[in-house]
């Protein structure tokens, strides 16, 4: 009988074993985790702020494109390969992070305009050889080459033309030159209202949408501040605009463009500094654009000049 029963014993000590022994394995986890955060706390982020980037230059980072979405747009396309679930035109959208924000009047962005830039693009013709992005051209060197007849208006759009002065066209009227495309860049931090954060990004607008352009910059021109000396126009960093988009339409086609006012002034010291440095990268040419980048993956080709309008933006 004791045999019995001490066998009893020992069998009902095997089953509570493992039990036993995973209840040991979660206290010393949780005992490991307390000294794991012990550890954290004690480690000072702040002082080692900005490390592990001594090696970067501007060529290091890609800038986000925010570009509106076009019922051509890859991402909404599912025929592209490289739709995105969710993605409708007339979304807005960063091309680096894939964030998608409604461009509906009770939606949109919210963004710091930075810095602005004014430049043309060159870029072969599609679908040929020859194709894609070719350079950026200052305004100044535009009109130089324009006096010289190195590039050509046709149609309201500028070219450059052959050696012997002359528009290529393909037999349907397809222009085989190189085009020159008049762009607005705007150079923005783009915010997210929810978490208060912050990302740097370019907005940047062409064709029909340069008058969208024009409009932005006249608005802040006007914004007006009372200082010890009486008003005065404040940085454009200290402004904050609100971006949505609405359909447009011409006698070439239908596409949705961008709406886009100012709406506050930033109220965030973090937000007006990095705004600010923003500015003064730009300003000081160590940030760089990959406009190749964004015609790969920008709205319907944005970066190409190709929407429906015959725009960009």
Not at 233 to 260: C, Q, Y
Request: a neutral charge; proline letters at 4%.
């Amino acid at each position: 009988m004791a045999t019995s029963q001490k066998a009893t014993q020992n069998s009902a000590a095997a089953k509570t074993a493992p039990a036993a022994k995973a209840a040991v394995a979660v206290r010393e986890r949780a005992a490991l985790a307390e000294v794991d955060a012990d550890a954290m706390s004690a480690m000072s982020f702040e002082s080692d702020a900005g490390q592990g980037m001594e090696g970067a230059t501007a060529e290091s980072f890609a800038i986000p494109f925010l570009s509106v979405l076009q019922s051509n747009s890859p991402q909404v396309d599912e025929a592209s390969g490289a739709a995105i679930e969710g993605a409708r035109a007339g979304m807005l959208y960063e091309n680096v992070t894939g964030r998608l924000i409604s461009g509906k009047p009770d939606a949109g962005a919210r963004f710091v305009p930075c810095a602005y830039r004014r430049v043309f693009l060159r870029w072969g013709p599609r679908g040929g050889e020859n194709a894609g992005f070719k350079g950026e051209l200052l305004p100044e060197q535009v009109a130089e080459l324009r006096a010289r007849g190195k590039i050509v208006d046709l149609d309201g759009r500028l070219y450059f033309p052959d050696d012997d002065g002359n528009i290529k066209r393909a037999k349907d009227g397809t222009v085989l030159c190189d085009r020159v495309a008049d762009t607005r860049n705007h150079y923005v931090l783009l915010l997210d209202e929810e978490t208060g954060a912050w990302q740097q990004a370019l907005l940047s607008l062409a064709s029909t949408q340069i008058k969208k352009s024009k409009t932005l910059m006249a608005a802040l021109a006007s914004v007006k501040i009372k200082g010890a000396s009486g008003l005065f126009t404040p940085p454009t960093f200290a402004s904050i605009v609100h971006a949505t988009t609405l359909p447009e339409s011409n006698d070439k086609g239908n596409w949705f463009g961008l709406r886009m006012e100012v709406v506050g002034r930033v109220d965030r010291p973090d937000l007006y500094a990095a705004a600010k440095a923003f500015r003064d990268s730009v300003v000081k040419g160590q940030v760089e654009v990959k406009y190749e980048e964004q015609a790969e993956g920008a709205s319907g080709g944005a970066a190409r000049g190709e929407h429906a309008d015959g725009g960009a933006f």
